[in-house]
């Protein structure tokens, strides 16, 4: 890296967007106080803590690829939290699952989680000045072998997995408090169908019933935050799933609680971006995840593409910045799983910086005045503004990686660390 050559870039590309009325130092401001939640089964496969050697099974969701140095336990998976943070710049967030606690090598069940099984994380979290948001873990257990959970129509089955929310719950609020940050508690559940149904409302009925029962226990908005991620489909619930994005945009908005919303979770020719617009004006506050799905929902690795960069302009042109919370989730064990995790942080914060640069309050002019031609002119010529200087700054003025001296340093530790774990 050149010191002086990203300097002197930045400081053209400086001139360049002031002369359409851009402060690059105030967007850059602003970008740095952006959280992003980092996203735990990166790290390891999606096989948690519970028993040694796990690995994921079943529930809906499969990672594929088996490249070396995947994190076995929970030292090194926070040691792999620290490297991938150390490449990205700002302060961020790690986002947990249940199945990730510190069990000390007991066999817990779901149903009996505690929060002193997640200390060691807020104790971690504290330490490196993190914040920490949570999910409920309905899949890779026996309990969820049938393919249904919190809407199977056997109440045992409803009962233990309702606990496991509860439990789920509680732990997030006791996050909040004592790092005095909200933690964000996502429910997902890979209920459905492979097959075609006869009876989709008894399972959607059960749905509603059983999260209506887990949300009787009112606790802190301040401390935590329930939210709701529906899908299309997924593998073993190609032709129903109960929690549709539609079920959770009612309930959602009925219940006052988050709705999640998936960029991979919806069909390839619908817009995530288009869709904030139309879903805050009711619920005042989303949270997105962000993938990326190829042909169908695959959780590849989140990249610089067209749908990341649209969803970023819709929340910087609606100004919802401060209301929309948005996490990583994907899982791809065919690459160097810190690198994977490296490349979709820094893309969605290119993403947001890039469009960030662009003079909102100029293009809201033209449209507002009828002056399409000229709106449209602006969009293209904003395409080719050296944003990627400013970016190379801001990871400079950081003190993380440039360019692609982030290569080197994940292939550095890939040699130092990752290579050295056993399978």
Same mark, same amino acid.
């Given at each position: 890296?050149?010191?002086?050559?990203?300097?002197?870039?930045?400081?053209?590309?400086?001139?360049?967007?002031?002369? *359409?009325?851009?402060? %690059?130092?105030?967007?850059?401001?602003?970008?740095?106080?952006?959280? *992003?939640?980092?996203?735990?089964?990166?790290? $390891? $496969? %999606?096989?948690?803590?519970?028993?040694?050697?796990?690995?994921?099974?079943?529930?809906?969701?499969?990672?594929?690829?088996?490249?070396?140095?995947?994190?076995?336990?929970?030292?090194?998976?926070?040691?792999?939290?620290?490297?991938?943070?150390?490449?990205?710049?700002?302060?961020?967030?790690?986002?947990?699952?249940?199945?990730?606690?510190?069990?000390?090598?007991?066999?817990?069940?779901?149903?009996?989680?505690?929060?002193?099984?997640?200390?060691?994380?807020?104790?971690?979290?504290?330490?490196?000045?993190?914040?920490?948001?949570?999910?409920?873990?309905?899949?890779?257990?026996?309990?969820?072998?049938?393919?249904?959970?919190?809407?199977?129509?056997?109440?045992?089955?409803?009962?233990? &997995?309702?606990?496991?929310?509860?439990?789920?719950?509680?732990?997030?609020? $006791?996050?909040?408090?004592?790092?005095?940050?909200?933690?964000?508690?996502?429910? &997902?559940?890979?209920?459905?169908?492979?097959?075609?149904?006869?009876?989709?409302?008894?399972?959607?009925?059960?749905?509603?019933?059983?999260?209506?029962?887990?949300?009787?226990?009112?606790?802190?908005?301040?401390?935590?935050?329930?939210?709701?991620?529906?899908?299309?489909?997924?593998?073993?619930?190609?032709?129903?799933?109960?929690?549709?994005?539609?079920?959770?945009?009612?309930?959602? *908005?009925?219940?006052?609680?988050?709705?999640?919303?998936?960029?991979?979770?919806?069909?390839?020719?619908?817009?995530?971006?288009?869709?904030?617009?139309?879903?805050?004006?009711?619920?005042?506050?989303?949270?997105?995840?962000?993938?990326?799905?190829?042909?169908?929902?695959?959780?590849?690795?989140?990249?610089?593409?067209?749908?990341?960069?649209?969803?970023?302009?819709?929340?910087?042109?609606?100004?919802?910045?401060?209301?929309?919370?948005?996490?990583?989730?994907?899982?791809?064990?065919?690459?160097?799983?810190?690198?994977? &995790?490296?490349?979709?942080?820094?893309?969605?914060?290119?993403?947001?910086?890039?469009?960030?640069?662009?003079?909102?309050?100029?293009?809201?002019?033209?449209?507002?005045?009828?002056?399409?031609?000229?709106?449209?002119?602006?969009?293209?010529?904003?395409?080719?503004?050296?944003?990627?200087?400013?970016?190379?700054?801001?990871?400079?003025?950081?003190?993380?990686? %440039?360019?692609?001296?982030? *290569?080197?340093?994940?292939?550095?530790?890939?040699?130092?660390?990752?290579?050295?774990?056993?399978?």
């Amino acid at each position: 890296m050149d010191r002086d050559r990203v300097e002197a870039a930045f400081e053209m590309a400086s001139n360049a967007y002031l002369e *359409i009325g851009v402060d %690059v130092n105030e967007v850059l401001d602003r970008l740095g106080n952006i959280e *992003i939640s980092l996203h735990c089964w990166q790290a $390891d $496969d %999606v096989g948690g803590f519970e028993h040694p050697g796990a690995s994921l099974s079943g529930g809906g969701i499969q990672a594929t690829g088996n490249y070396p140095g995947k994190a076995r336990n929970l030292v090194e998976m926070q040691r792999d939290y620290l490297e991938a943070f150390s490449m990205v710049p700002g302060k961020h967030r790690a986002n947990i699952h249940a199945m990730y606690g510190d069990f000390g090598g007991n066999e817990i069940d779901r149903d009996a989680i505690e929060p002193g099984h997640f200390t060691t994380w807020i104790s971690w979290a504290r330490e490196h000045d993190l914040k920490l948001d949570f999910n409920a873990t309905l899949f890779s257990h026996p309990k969820a072998s049938s393919g249904f959970t919190l809407s199977s129509r056997d109440r045992n089955i409803r009962e233990f &997995w309702m606990e496991h929310v509860k439990r789920c719950r509680i732990i997030a609020d $006791d996050i909040g408090k004592r790092l005095g940050s909200t933690c964000f508690h996502n429910i &997902w559940i890979p209920d459905g169908y492979k097959d075609i149904p006869v009876n989709r409302m008894v399972h959607r009925e059960l749905l509603a019933s059983s999260l209506d029962e887990i949300l009787e226990c009112n606790l802190s908005k301040q401390h935590m935050r329930d939210s709701v991620e529906g899908k299309l489909f997924g593998i073993g619930s190609e032709a129903y799933v109960v929690g549709s994005h539609d079920f959770y945009l009612s309930y959602a *908005i009925s219940r006052g609680i988050l709705l999640t919303m998936d960029m991979g979770h919806y069909h390839p020719t619908e817009s995530v971006a288009d869709k904030i617009s139309a879903i805050l004006p009711f619920t005042g506050e989303l949270l997105i995840h962000v993938s990326r799905g190829v042909r169908w929902d695959s959780d590849h690795v989140a990249i610089l593409n067209d749908e990341l960069v649209s969803l970023a302009e819709e929340i910087t042109r609606a100004g919802q910045l401060e209301n929309i919370h948005l996490a990583l989730d994907y899982f791809d064990a065919s690459i160097n799983r810190v690198g994977a &995790w490296v490349i979709g942080m820094r893309s969605t914060l290119q993403a947001l910086l890039y469009s960030l640069l662009q003079p909102r309050e100029t293009l809201d002019d033209l449209e507002a005045r009828g002056k399409y031609f000229q709106r449209l002119a602006l969009l293209e010529e904003l395409k080719k503004m050296p944003f990627g200087a400013v970016w190379d700054y801001h990871c400079l003025a950081s003190g993380v990686p %440039v360019g692609m001296d982030c *290569i080197t340093q994940v292939k550095n530790y890939e040699r130092d660390v990752l290579m050295k774990r056993g399978s």
